[in-house]
Antibody, heavy 118, light 105 residues
Framework: EVQLVESGGGLVQPGRSLKLSCAAS????????MAWVRQAPKKGLEWVAT????????YYPDSVKGRFTISRDNAKSSLYLQMNSLKSEDTATYYC???????????WGQGASVTVSS | DTVLTQSPALAVSPGERVSISCRAS??????MHWYQQKPGQQPKLLIY???NLASGVPARFSGSGSGTDFTLTIDPVEADDTATYFC????????FGAGTKLELK
C-alpha cells in the first residue's frame, strides 16, 4: 500500500523558516517525481513544487519561487520542503503527492498544517 | 497561468446523473485530471488524462473532453459522493480549478 506521511508543520512567525518532511513507503520512491500541493483554509488547491526522480530538476510557481526549496533523499525515501521568508498567505495544509508519468498526482499524504502568524 | 473555471456548487438526488464541468483558459491537450475531496481528507484521484479511470474508482465515475472543455460525470450518484470535486491541468505547469461542491438533496 502506498503511504505518504507528512510531518514538521506548526505555528511560525512571519519571516521565519520551516521545513516539512514526507516519508514514503509502499513503492519504489526513486522511480517517481514527487510534488507538494497546498490548500489554504476553506480554499482550493495550489501546486507548490515538483522534483525529478534524481532531484536534479525542480519546478516552482512564481508565488513561492526563491523562498521554497524542494529536495529529496532517495536512500531514505523522503521528500522535503524548506520554506523561508514565510508570509501569512503561506498558511495552509501542505500535501505531499506522488506524480506519475501521466503528469498526474495519484497518491497524497494526509497533509501537514502550517500557520504563519505573529 | 492556465485558469480553470468550475461551477461552484451542484445539488442532485441519489440515483440521478450529474455532470461537473471544467473550462480551461487555453488548451491543455488531454492533460486534465479530476479529484474528489471530502471534508478533513486529502484529495483522491478519480480520473486522469481526461477519461482514464484511476485504480479502485467505481465505474460510476467517468470523464470526457479535450482541448479546453472537460466534464466529470457521476452516474448514478450515491450518498457517499457528497464532496468537492477539483479539476487540475498539467499541460502548462499545474493549476487547479476552485472546486465544485456536490450536495445531495
Amino acid at each position: 500500500e502506498v503511504q505518504l506521511v507528512e510531518s514538521g508543520g506548526g505555528l511560525v512567525q512571519p519571516g521565519r523558516s520551516l521545513k516539512l518532511s514526507c516519508a514514503a513507503s509502499g513503492f519504489t520512491f526513486s522511480n517517481y517525481y514527487m510534488a507538494w500541493v497546498r490548500q489554504a483554509p476553506k480554499k482550493g488547491l495550489e501546486w507548490v513544487a515538483t522534483i525529478s526522480t534524481s532531484g536534479s530538476r525542480t519546478y516552482y510557481p512564481d508565488s513561492v519561487k526563491g523562498r521554497f526549496t524542494i529536495s529529496r533523499d532517495n536512500a531514505k525515501s523522503s521528500l522535503y520542503l524548506q520554506m523561508n521568508s514565510l508570509k501569512s498567505e503561506d498558511t495552509a495544509t501542505y500535501y505531499c503527492a506522488r506524480r506519475t508519468g501521466s503528469y498526474v498526482m495519484d497518491a497524497w499524504g494526509q497533509g501537514a498544517s502550517v500557520t504563519v502568524s505573529s | 497561468d492556465t485558469v480553470l473555471t468550475q461551477s461552484p456548487a451542484l445539488a442532485v438526488s441519489p440515483g440521478e446523473r450529474v455532470s461537473i464541468s471544467c473550462r480551461a483558459s487555453e488548451g491543455v491537450n488531454s492533460y486534465m485530471h479530476w479529484y474528489q475531496q471530502k471534508p478533513g481528507q486529502q484529495p483522491k484521484l478519480l480520473i486522469y488524462k481526461a477519461s482514464n479511470l484511476a485504480s479502485g474508482v467505481p465505474a460510476r465515475f467517468s470523464g470526457s473532453g479535450s482541448g479546453t472543455d472537460f466534464t466529470l460525470t457521476i452516474d448514478p450518484v450515491e450518498a457517499d459522493d457528497t464532496a468537492t470535486y477539483f479539476c487540475q491541468q498539467s499541460w502548462n505547469e499545474n493549476t487547479f480549478g476552485a472546486g465544485t461542491k456536490l450536495e445531495l438533496k
